[in-house]
């Protein structure tokens, strides 16, 4: 099944690799006058087999196909896209790569591909979509429908209402289990099976939920409220979107029901939705802990890509401006012993990649949860004694060398005492800086290398230079 | 909801915390003769209570609270969680917790925890059940549940095998829709509600499968074969477990039949259980990009701790003295011009963390599978041209600051190159080892905190003195 995949998409990476297929297409775009008839009977036959290749994908593979080719070629697949799955493929697109491509589509044929979505997918969309069709692709659905499609806009994304899905299938507990089973065979197919139907009573608010085995094992008369299983867990629209997959993951939740600040059922979350989140967000993490918006695209424009680096550069040069200063009021002892200069780096260096294992145990515990207000001043103490264990190993062990290599018993001293030092110290901020930062209702994660490995660098400078000038 | 837990967890760690409770639970193992009889009712009455919120908990909360406590306390409340629940707790918890927690029972109470258990759990756990006790429990279950533990146990477990749950709901495809209703209606239940029943021949192979829809919205007459779905993704017991999960994800799956290599139909993968699997990857990633072995738990002992941040540390060591040699090397220029030494950390530091951006988004592009052989040399492309501008960019501005604090011309014009080649290098680097790492079979985040900044160190240093040896 995956050997498939991998072979059509190396034949359409091929096809659309080929000078003369992005040629043809150019033609048929701008329709210029043909070139020699032989020529184009083949081109034409690229791009048919091009086109039939791309739509037998899923539309979550044609927009992992689109990530990964550069933007001209990206252009060329997206217009052989056909529009009952273009819809779908904008969806699965990371946020850079669904908005290039809708800036590239004609507004009628983005409202044609709105509508084959369902009304949760219109709303994912209608955020980056052109605003001169919202108002005509809004006013051509059923007037329920565009209810559900305006109030899900109003949820910011990190709320569970925006993850929601609002075509959802609920019975009154006064029903019958007949009654249920003959409306369900009416409707001829559930959306989307997960095996439950959602139960409310007659004002909506939701009071229980259904299995189907529970229509399939009990007889017909008894009534929806006397089978069905009462709500276990359920979410707010309001309630965080994130905590609401923790919890899926936690109690192994498939489909979960969300109700309104009023009680009433009005859509439900599902398993996928969420993986997606999860997967977005430890993504995310991976990203802004390096110093990166969360936002680049691996094959995002360079102009795009240097300026979303430029904020960090810019920290870091600045900490690392104010470490060299450091250095600098130490000249004195330098010029005597200029061995100092070459031992420079090794205690700030180990300092920060120490701190870095440190940041990401904590960055990890936060994220879980196993980290708490309560059980913080434990993992201080913890660290701090790893650090004074560890420290005094190294310093033992980097003195030791200093020691073979330059024959100065000081000098092995003073690296000793700087990298012990260092060590505690790196512990101490990697313990800190994403408490500090999680507590400042930032991303715990946000830019921790960059910060670690500046401040490390400072005071490992100091320490070390400190304790020369006193000690040589 | 959410809120309920929390007031229940700080009311455990309360309780936990007190002296004497602890010191009722130690009289209470150790049988020792009590203390004055109003003290003992009031601990005991402490210890019901932990007793009675504990086990109100779910066993993934429990889990999550074990992992939050230091050990002495965790010991306390594990003695306290029901045999019937503490199976699922074991399953929930991380590695070395469960370890731990297994190691201080008694046999006996483990073997009767695992009975509490299904077979694919069973199977989970025994790798970490003490020896002596598995053959006893092996042989207490019937013959064929004792075959499925067995074949699962040969899993490694980055194989859907070791994933999978093997208690499954399979009927034959000739059977009538009523036949097949007449066997729910005769189980009761079935296992873990996902709506779907696996479809085989008579021989067991993977024919197809039926939802529980098709029985509501069918007429009993007709045949399995008539209604079921054909097979669309399945999975090879030998199959990765992470690309298992990816197709998850991508198809929006919920659950997918496992075959055999011989096609026969032996279990299936539920999306909670990739779900956990997708979250372990993620936060195994952040831990050893740090370089800390993914084992690592946030209140591991202390000398443990210690230990598993020692291979890197060393190879941090390495790399940095032989920076360090590098600069000893420029002694003779160091001494003439003291302000390198101070300028000296400003390129590599730059250069380590443009490095690291470059790095995480290569690692989160392999991940999502975007990067891929054929477009490697479009990324190293892109990297470079980001690399020469904001390495032209960054360079300029730093070899200004330079000039501006020590007003020598030649000095900022060394700054300015040594910067341009660093940011270069750096960006071959951040491509190449996450690239390199994985063609080497290993995890393209393995240390690479670690390797990025010792490499873009080592060459900072001999780029900025080179320069500085040949201008200066």
Known sequence: MNKALTQVISRIQELINRQ??????LQKQSQQPRQALTDAVTQR?????LELLVNRLHPADIALLLESVPPEQRTLIWNHVEQKSAGAVLLEASDPIRQQLIRQSHSDDLSAVARHLENDEIADLVHDLPKEIIPDLLSSLPGEDRDAVRSALSFPEHCVGAWMEFDITAVTQHMSLDNVLSKL???GELPDNTGYIMVTDEAGSLTGMLTLEDLLIHQGQLSVAEVMSPVGIYFQTRDQAEDAARSFERYELIIAPVVNSHNKLVGVLRV???MDLMDKLAQQKMLVQAGLSNEENLFDPISRSARNRWPWI??????????SQ???QFEQV???TVALAALLPITANIGGNAGNQVVALVIRGLATQQLAPDNRLQL???????ALLNGALWGTITGFLTLLLYQNINLGFVMLLAMFCTMLFAACIGVGIPILLKALGQDPALGSSVIITGTTDTLGFFIFLGLAAMIL
């Open 334 to 336: 330098i010029s005597q």
């Open 380 to 386: 201080v103490r913890k660290e701090l004694s790893v």
């Open 314 to 323: 810019a920290l870091n040069l600045l900490i690392v401006f104010i470490a």
């Open 20 to 25: 003369e297929v992005i040629e043809a297409w």
């Open 272 to 274: 996928s939705a969420l």
């Open 326 to 328: 450091i250095i600098d």
């Open 45 to 49: 036959q690229h791009l048919a087999e």
């Open 185 to 187: 065979r009416d409707q």
